[in-house]
Structures are given as C-alpha cells and as structure tokens.
C-alpha cells in the first residue's frame, strides 16, 4: 500500500506544481496585454502612474508620474494595471455643495495650563506657540 502511496503523492505535488506555475504565467501575460500607453499602472515600488510608450524590446516602460515628470522604469517593475471606476458612476451620484464660508470658533478651549482647568478662553497663536512648548519641555522633563 505504501508503495502505491509515496509514487501518486509524489506525482501530485509536480502536477500542482506545474499547473500553478502555468496560472502564473497565464495571469502575468494576460496584464502585460493590458499595459499600453494611456493606462494606468502601479510599480512594484509604489509609484502610480500613466504610461507614455513602452519599449519591448529592451524592457523598459516610460511612465508619468505627474504631469510633466516621467521615469522610466524596467517593464517587471510595472505590478499591476490600476482599475478605475467609470467616469459615468460618478456624475449619477448628487454632488454636496460646499458652504461659501467656514465659520471660525471664537473660543478655544485650554487645557488647563494658562487658566482654570476646563475654562474657555481666547488664544493667539503666540500663547499656543508657548503653552506647546511648555507641554513639550514637561513631557520631556517626565
């Protein structure tokens, strides 16, 4: 029985592994057909960009990070094509207007160190400047 065993396991494993190693392969092929200029792409670094052209022949894809500044990087470096939502979902939605003007607070209440504890008192940003650095210097005394 054992005998029957170890051989079918042992053929498993290099059957799983093939088939995987082939759905990788499927996977990777299937996003560089989608990375042509004027999609956008994420690298394996991080970066997000547009890309501009991309040269096959010797692996390297020039992408826009922001407007007016390119880079050009080796084309494994490209991860992933970047989704984005249609533009159509967005206009159904109800835009919120913004208010004209955004009332400041006419007090700001202090902690406790410039007056009575939980009073409500006017601060200039000089008087924040000190009562911070008062805190700070008490923290790194403590």
Do not use: C
Not at 68 to 95: C, F, I, M, W
Request: proline share 6%; glycine share 6%; charged share 20%.
């Amino acid at each position: 029985m054992f005998n029957l065993i170890l051989p079918l396991a042992l053929a498993f494993l290099i059957f799983s592994m093939f088939r995987r190693q082939r759905k990788a392969k499927q996977q990777v092929t299937e996003m560089r057909s989608q990375m042509e200029p004027g999609a956008e792409v994420m690298t394996q670094f991080g970066l997000f960009g547009t890309i501009v052209s991309i040269d096959q022949e010797n692996n390297k894809a020039v992408i826009e990070l922001s407007p007016g500044n390119t880079a050009t990087v080796h084309t494994q470096a490209l991860s992933k094509v970047v989704k984005q939502e249609p533009a159509g979902d967005l206009a159904d939605e109800p835009s919120v207007a913004a208010p004209d003007t955004i009332a400041a607070p006419d007090t700001i209440a202090t902690t406790g160190t410039a007056g009575a504890a939980g009073s409500t008192a006017a601060e200039t940003p000089e008087e924040t400047v000190a009562r911070l650095n008062r805190e700070n210097n008490r923290n790194n005394d403590n």
